[in-house]
C-alpha cells in the first residue's frame, strides 16, 4: 500500500562523532564536458551529512571538480580519448570502495563499452550500498537479467525514460501506473527503486512511498545528481536503504521548494539545490523536535 512519507528517520548525529562517524562517500561521476555532474553529486553529499566524501572523475576533469568545492576529495583516475572513465580504472574503484560506507555511481559518465564493464562488475561485486544513476542505469539496461544479481544493498533513481528502458515497458504505461511497476520491479531485482518525477515513488517492492516535496522548477539539468550525492551521504550515516531513499527524496525536494520560494520555479537552477539543503534539514530538524509531522 502506498503512502506519503511518514515522519522521517534521520542519522544519528551523536555530539562527539567525527568525520569517521558520518561515514565515507565514494561517487564515481563525470567525464568531458560533464563535470557539473561530479560536483554536483559530491556537493549534495556533502549537504547530506557524510563525514568524507571522494569523487573519482577522468584525470583530464579532476582540476575542473577540484576547483568547484574544496570540502569534498577528487580521486583522478585513467580515461579513454574521449574523457570517459577506461576500464583500466576499475581496479582502482574496487580498491577504494570496499573501504566506503556508500557509493554512488553513473552522473555524468557518458556510455562505452569501458563503462559498460566497470557498471557490470561494480553493481554485482562490490558489497557495500551503492546508489545507481544516469547513465550507469542506462548501461545496465543492456542486460536486465543481472539486475538481481548484486553483491550489497541497491538503490536505483532512474526518470521514467531510464525505468522505460531498465523494465523494456513504453513511458506512458509507466506513468499510468508508476506505484504498482514501481513495486513489481523492485520486488523482483531486489532494490530500492527510487522513479523520478511528480509525487517520486519510493519502494522495496512491499513498501511504497510517495514523495509530498518538490515542483517544476527541478526539472532541469542537475539536481538528480545532487539526490544521488545526498542518498549516498544517509547511507553512508547508517540509514537504510528505503530510508535513506525516502529522506533524501524528501529533503531534496523541501531544498527546491525552499529554493524555488525565493527565486521563482522558471530561476531554479541545479545548483541552487545544495545551498537550500542545509535550510531544508533546518525545517525537518525543526519540526521533530517539536513533534510535528512533514509536510510540504
Known amino acids: 500500500m ?25 561517487i564515481v561521476a563525470g567525464s568531458l564536458g560533464m563535470s557539473g555532474a561530479a560536483a554536483l553529486a559530491g556537493l549534495g553529499a556533502l549537504r547530506g551529512g557524510a563525514g568524507l566524501v571522494y569523487l573519482a572523475v577522468p584525470e583530464s576533469i579532476a582540476p575542473i571538480v577540484a576547483s568547484i568545492e574544496p570540502s569534498y576529495l577528487t580521486i583522478p583516475l585513467p580515461e579513454d580519448k574521449t574523457g570517459k572513465l577506461s576500464i583500466a580504472a576499475c581496479p582502482h574503484l574496487f580498491d577504494r570502495g570496499r573501504f566506503m560506507e556508500a557509493v554512488a555511481i553513473g552522473p555524468g559518465w ?11 562488475q561494480m553493481y554485482a561485486q562490490l558489497e557495500c550500498p551503492m546508489v545507481v544513476d544516469a547513465d550507469a542505469l542506462n548501461l545496465l539496461a543492456g542486460a536486465p ?3 538481481s544479481e548484486h553483491a550489497g544493498q541497491r538503490i536505483l533513481t532512474p526518470h521514467p525514460g531510464e525505468f522505460a ?5 513504453d513511458t506512458p504505461l509507466i506513468q499510468a501506473d508508476r506505484r504498482s511497476i514501481a513495486a513489481a520491479f523492485a520486488e523482483r531485482t531486489r532494490t530500492v527503486v527510487l522513479l523520478k518525477g511528480r509525487e517520486t515513488v519510493i519502494t522495496d517492492g512491499k513498501t511504497t512511498y510517495v514523495n509530498p516535496t518538490g515542483n517544476s522548477g527541478m526539472a532541469t ?7 544521488t550525492g545526498l542518498i549516498t551521504a544517509l547511507l553512508a550515516q547508517g540509514l ?6 525516502r529522506t533524501g527524496a524528501y529533503l531534496h525536494g523541501l531544498a527546491g521548494d525552499l529554493a524555488a520560494s525565493h527565486f521563482s520555479e ?26 510535528e509531522p512533514n509536510a510540504t
Open 110 to 120: 557518458g556510455q562505452s563499452d569501458d563503462l559498460r564493464r566497470i557498471v557490470t
Open 240 to 245: 537504510p536503504p528505503l530510508e535513506a531513499a
Open 266 to 291: 522558471p530561476a531554479l537552477i541545479a545548483s541552487d539545490l545544495p545551498r537550500y539543503l542545509g535550510r531544508a534539514w533546518k525545517v525537518v530538524l525543526n519540526r521533530q523536535s517539536a513533534g
Open 145 to 147: 537479467e543481472s539486475l
Open 2 to 26: 502506498a503512502t506519503e512519507i511518514p515522519p522521517l528517520r534521520l542519522p544519528d548525529r551523536p555530539a562527539d562523532g567525527h568525520k569517521g562517524t558520518f561515514g565515507s562517500v565514494l
Open 221 to 227: 539539468g542537475g539536481t538528480g545528481d545532487v539526490l
Open 165 to 169: 528502458r531498465l523494465d523494456n515497458v
